[in-house]
Nanobody, 115 residues
Framework: QVQLVESGGGLVQPGGSLRLSCAAS????????MGWYRQAPGKQRDLVAI???????NYANSVKGRFTISRDNAKNTAYLQMNSLNPEDTAVYYC?????????WGQGTQVTVSS
């Protein structure tokens, strides 16, 4: 059983930056594909970025060039660096971990971009 805990959300002004963290416990972190998703009020949960066990990355078009996903296997932690934030980025951000038939989700962290 893998447990995921997100942190780093908060209120930021447009144009600002935040770094989200997703700390994992249980399982073998280095094996997992790690993903960040977000869900705005009244909308579906959408993929933001993923990083494979080997470090390959993929991003939603809406965040390319602004967000960077990374992982530190020694710390069992995945990160999402978010720059040039705009109000459309406001959402609850969730991380997940996927390996074989196993998929785990964190509880989410709120990101609000507002002046």
């Amino acid at each position: 059983q893998v447990q995921l805990v997100e942190s780093g959300g908060g209120l930021v002004q447009p144009g600002g930056s935040l770094r989200l963290s997703c700390a994992a416990s249980g399982g073998i972190f280095s094996r997992y594909v790690m993903g960040w998703y977000r869900q705005a009020p009244g909308k579906q949960r959408d993929l933001v970025a993923i990083i494979g066990s080997g470090g390959s990355t993929n991003y939603a078009n809406s965040v390319k060039g602004r967000f960077t996903i990374s992982r530190d296997n020694a710390k069992n932690t995945a990160y999402l660096q978010m720059n040039s934030l705009n109000p459309e980025d406001t959402a609850v951000y969730y991380c997940n971990a996927w390996y074989s038939d196993n998929l785990y989700w964190g509880q989410g962290t709120q990101v609000t971009v507002s002046s």
